[in-house]
């Protein structure tokens, strides 16, 4: 007799999870460097429906940049293909970001950056108070 024919056909399964299993959504990510350079990854390119060029607006008094689908602002900033495979992209903003006066001095990460509906559009807030700074390379 096989240990198969032994137990009986009451089995019970482990539970790993307390809840059901969901899948994780991809987490948005943003950077910019003191090149005036604003990258983002594909999940936060896709959450701005994924345009070829961005409006880029700033809230001085809240300290926050925002990189917005473009609709009626009439200046755009290119969106270019960045990074080994091309699925990053970067937004060359120094001409913007020195009119705004924000400047740079050390690569700052924006990890999951907060999405608002500004003007029936999605907008990515770039929370200067609240970036990383990321280690310099060596």
Known sequence: MSIAETLSDNWEIGIKWDRRYVEPRPRLYASMNRQGVIVLNAAAFDALKGSASFALLFDRKKRV???????????????????????????????????????????LAFVDPPIEDIGGEPCLLLQLDKARILPKKK
């Open 65 to 107: 940049i925002g990189v917005k689908y473009p609709t009626k602002e009439r200046q755009y900033f290119q969106a270019n293909d960045y990074g080994r495979d091309g699925k990053l992209k970067a937004i060359f903003a120094r001409k913007a970001l020195r009119q705004f006066g924000v400047e740079v001095t050390e690569t």
